[in-house]
């Protein structure tokens, strides 16, 4: 089955720098790659997708990148802001009836 | 855009009882929904996945006798924990593909924290 890894498990930036946060996933038809903002005791909300036919995608100040071959996909926050603050998590989805599969997370950390 | 509830939000019970957790899509029909477990400080593990109509698909791992699935109807389906003890505590979050728009995009139910003491 599909495993997703996700780095680092923690990250601490200063306000306006910028966050890189990474995943990687094993399952070659794996499809569907959203990234949630998790706050303490919330639900995840979804913050951008990509999917599988596009490498690249951008919001605002986050912004999304894909590489199929290598099976890896990124997470870019710009002009972090201490609201930014949160745990982060990454999935992916395959064909397999929509199952999303999730990364191990990552606690985010924008210092005032 | 697609609302999904889940009653209770949270439930503290005895060792040994078994406690049900509804999960409704509010403003959609979802013939798939999908049950998550966290634990403090850990990632969403997926559950299972609830077919309208049909028996559940578990996850590798995940005991079907002791988390049962229940999806009567389009918009409802219902996790119970049978026999609880303390380790089952955790964070339990269903979530359901509400199939119009982005097709892949998932809608979280706000999660109901279970606590076994």
């Known amino acids: 089955g599909e495993n997703v890894e996700q780095h680092p498990s923690t990250l601490s930036v200063q306000e306006g720098d910028s966050a890189v946060i990474k995943c990687t996933y094993s399952?070659?038809?794996?499809?569907?790659f959203p990234w949630y903002k998790q706050e303490l005791g919330k639900r995840p909300q979804l913050i951008i997708d990509?999917?599988?036919?596009?490498g690249e995608k951008k919001d605002q100040r986050i912004a999304v990148t894909l590489n199929k071959t290598a099976k890896h996909f990124s997470l870019h926050i710009t002009e972090t802001q201490p609201e930014d603050s949160a745990v982060y998590f990454c999935?992916?989805?395959?064909?397999?009836?929509?199952?999303?599969?999730f990364g191990q997370g990552t606690e985010l950390s924008v210092k005032p | 855009g697609a609302v999904v509830s889940q009653h209770p939000s949270w439930v503290i019970c005895k060792s040994g009882t078994s406690v049900k957790i509804e999960c409704r899509s509010l403003?959609?029909?979802?013939?798939?929904m999908f049950w998550y477990r966290q634990f403090p400080k850990q990632s969403l593990m997926l559950m299972a996945t609830?077919?309208?109509?049909?028996?559940?698909?578990?996850e590798q791992g995940v005991e079907k006798d002791k988390f049962l699935i229940n999806h009567a109807s389009l918009t409802l389906s219902t996790l119970t924990v049978t026999s609880a003890h303390p380790e089952d505590s955790s964070f339990y979050i269903c979530?359901?593909?509400?199939?119009?728009?982005?097709?892949?995009?998932?809608?979280f139910g706000p999660g109901t924290r279970l606590t076994v003491l």
């Open positions: 609830s077919n309208e109509g049909s028996k559940a698909t578990y």
């Open positions: 399952d070659s038809a794996s499809n569907y």
């Open positions: 999935a992916a989805m395959g064909n397999q009836g929509g199952k999303l599969i």
């Open positions: 990509i999917r599988s036919n596009v």
């Open positions: 403003d959609f029909q979802a013939t798939t």
């Open positions: 979530s359901a593909p509400p199939g119009f728009g982005g097709l892949d995009e998932q809608f």
